[in-house]
């Protein structure tokens, strides 16, 4: 069983819409971050990587009532891929222009938790020796930093200056044109994707903590050396959720352009679960 100590989800812009998602159950959690369009969307509504974050939190936790986690992300993949089809204005020419996101879903297994994911999502594992980090976020992170850091010297541009600048949006497409090839996968409206998810099945005591989060949130270790993995999870279980989404806001408002901490845009949205096994 997974028991909901606290949750928090914050925009990286208030003016804008939140385009991380999460939900959960007493025996599944999940987090999914939509991946900012980089042109006009496709689908009705807002943001299409809102709708893919929402669509996928909402059909994942349907389907995990009835299915083990692989054939659930699956068949939320299949929904996807009808509603997209059905519902946008025009075919994409380009794989940019499709909705994805980032997904991290932990669910309760007959051998202690199921990790399954996709993209830069994390979780932090509470264990006898210590917390173990699942997922790629510190790895992925530090790859955008220096690409942002890269690419901001050579336009003569603060990091931080938008993912809409002309100049940096052509590399950023490129490298969205990749999603849904070789290894690069993520939750999008294509059920092939669900092969391509990695999978983890560890044990986990009764009593134990997770913290469940979009990178945005971690980036307090992987982006700004607030703390490490280890102190990340301890401050989220005395200081508290929002208390540590405050400290991340403080930073990136000192920091607004991105030149101490090489980024695309000022702050991302932020999303964190703090989880008990029960």
């Known amino acids: 069983m997974l028991t909901l100590v606290e949750s928090f989800s914050l925009a990286g812009d208030p003016d804008k819409p939140n385009e991380d998602a999460f939900g959960g159950s007493d025996h599944a959690a999940l987090v999914l971050d939509g991946a900012t369009m980089l042109g006009d969307g496709l689908m009705p509504g807002p943001s299409d990587a809102a709708w893919i974050a929402q669509f996928g939190a909402r059909r994942l936790i349907a389907h995990l009532k009835e299915e083990e986690p692989k054939k659930a992300l699956k068949l939320a993949l299949g929904d996807a891929e009808k509603s997209f089809q059905a519902l946008r204005r025009a075919e994409p020419v380009e794989q940019w222009q499709v909705p994805c996101a980032s997904m991290m879903l932990v669910a309760a297994h007959e051998k202690g938790l ?84 990695k999978r983890r099945i560890m044990m986990v005591e009764k009593g134990a903590h997770l913290l469940l989060a979009s990178d945005g949130f971690l980036a307090l270790a992987s982006d700004y050396g607030a703390y490490d993995a280890p102190g990340l999870f301890r401050a989220a279980k005395t200081k508290g959720l929002k208390a540590l989404g405050d400290e991340l806001r403080a930073i990136e408002d000192a920091d607004a352009l991105g030149e101490k901490f090489a980024r695309f845009k000022k702050s991302d949205d932020a999303t964190a679960l703090l989880l008990a096994v029960t």
């Open 114 to 197: 199921e990790f399954l994911y996709l993209g830069d999502c994390g979780v932090l594992v509470e264990q006898p020796e210590g917390v173990m980090v699942i997922g790629e976020t510190l790895e992925k992170r530090a790859d955008e930093a220096w690409r942002a850091a890269l690419l901001a010297k050579e336009k003569n541009l603060a990091p931080a200056s938008g993912l809409r600048q002309p100049e940096f949006l052509r590399h950023l497409r490129v490298a969205r044109n990749r999603v849904n090839s070789g290894t690069y996968w993520l939750f999008s409206p294509d059920k092939r994707a669900a092969s391509h998810a």
